[in-house]
């Protein structure tokens, strides 16, 4: 082996008059380099926005939430006994989910309304850390507020996304009133039902579609104002493996029986990330193609390799070398090429990656992309299979010029020597 690998260095060396295959074999580890580093980039940038993605719906989402069939759930105070004897289970709130107008004194913009019970919502939910204003207590307590006409009413909270607030121009203390479509029937028609709430806090969970679309009340309040009595929509739960939520979910609803099931957050989220899955794969397959374009290049200088060095490789067959012992000699050759290339890439497309995580010097638009800079995530595993993806190709690369050396004749290649 030795002899071999002394071999396969040496015919990639080129004399300084022969200096278009040491070109050929640069272009081939360049190659083989841009390849790898862009799937690595591509992959920790896709892997990134994944992870952040999922770290999001879960800040703002439970793991798995409780419902019922045909309607709200009455007896939920004993379900939550229930749920929260699992030892899987790390936490449950019940909640009451609905849509509404929000209306200030520069506009109206529909969100969703989220009852919460705020002594037990920061167990399910990493609302509490969201928080850049107010708090969560106090969403049920009612306060009396002055009012311009000099009368006082009483109020209970509300907790606005940031961007819902920034577009309603309120602030905490500020009153807004949420108006519901499925109000009292009179005889001119269905009349909305409307009811003033005080801002007292603000959250930013860095999803637009969560801070501008999402308006939090207390759990009472919102049982009021729906008119859903003792009734909520249904109990969210946080399990110890996010991963496991779904097998979880479906042996509480197997401990639940019927009319209550369960829906976790990958079942909630499946378009979303079977989405980035499948773009994740594609970016895969075709950043793939950069580094087989590179293994033609490969056996390209391999090919013109072979037949620069004819005369050799006919002295070392004279000599008693074995074809085995020529095809090793070049398919070494292809790779160490695709070696020194797959190395360059991992340092380049690693300190690539660094950097867009220290400097976060690309911003997007976050109404657009969810987050505000490109994230990147590295992930050890997909690194190792793009380091013996280009190995492969490298080595398949090496192996018809290789074997077209091995088939090299001497008696031919000397005759008129």
């Not at 449950?92 to 200030?104: D, K, M, Y």
């Not at 249904?234 to 401990?255: C, F, Q, T």
């Not at 590179?294 to 006919?314: G, H, P, Q, W, Y």
């Amino acid at each position: 082996m030795g002899l071999i690998w002394q071999l396969a260095v040496r015919y990639l060396r080129s004399k300084s008059k022969e200096g278009f295959l040491s070109f050929i074999t640069v272009a081939s580890i360049l190659g083989v380099t841009i390849g790898v580093m862009a799937l690595i980039i591509v992959l920790a940038v896709m892997g990134g926005f994944q992870h952040e993605i999922k770290e999001k719906v879960l800040g703002i989402n439970a793991h798995a939430v409780i419902l019922k069939f045909g309607g709200g759930i009455s007896d939920y105070s004993s379900l939550l006994t229930k749920v929260t004897s699992d030892p899987e289970v790390t936490g449950a709130s019940p909640f009451i989910l609905n849509q509404a107008l929000l209306s200030s004194a520069t506009g109206v913009i529909g969100a969703v309304v989220r009852g919460i019970d705020p002594s037990s919502a920061g167990t399910v939910t990493k609302l509490p850390k969201y928080m850049i204003q107010g708090t969560l207590k106090g969403l049920d307590y009612p306060r009396e507020v002055s009012m311009q006409e000099g009368n006082k009413i009483k109020v209970t909270g509300a907790v606005l996304g940031k961007e819902l607030a920034m577009n309603l121009g309120v602030s905490t203390e500020d009153l807004i009133t949420i108006i519901s479509p499925a109000g009292a029937i009179s005889p001119i028609g269905v009349m909305p039902k409307m009811r003033q709430f005080q801002v007292q806090g603000i959250f930013a969970s860095g999803m637009y579609d969560y801070d501008s679309g999402l308006v939090y009340i207390g759990l009472k309040s919102a049982q009021k104002f729906f008119d859903m009595g003792d009734e909520v929509s249904g109990i969210e739960v946080s399990v110890n493996n996010v991963e496991k939520a779904p097998e979880i979910a479906r042996k509480l609803e197997s401990k639940l029986g019927f009319p209550y099931y369960t829906r976790d957050w990958v079942e909630m989220n499946y378009n979303l990330f079977s989405a980035l899955k499948l773009e994740k794969t594609v970016m895969l397959l075709i950043l793939l193609l950069i580094i087989l374009v590179a293994s033609f290049n490969i056996a390209s200088s391999l090919v013109m390799l072979v037949t620069d060095k004819r005369k050799e490789i006919a002295i070392l067959k004279t000599m008693g070398a074995e074809p085995s012992t020529i095809r090793k000699i070049f398919i070494l050759s292809g790779t160490v090429v695709g070696s020194f290339g797959i190395i360059l890439g991992d340092i380049l497309g690693l300190a690539a990656c660094w950097l867009l995580s220290k400097y976060h010097f690309i911003k997007l638009p976050s109404d657009i992309y969810y987050i505000t800079t490109i994230p990147v995530r590295i992930d050890i595993p997909t690194i190792l299979l793009i380091n013996v993806a280009a190995f492969a190709i490298a080595l398949a690369a090496a192996i018809y010029p290789a074997s077209r050396a091995a088939r090299i004749k001497p008696a031919e290649i000397l005759r008129y020597e």
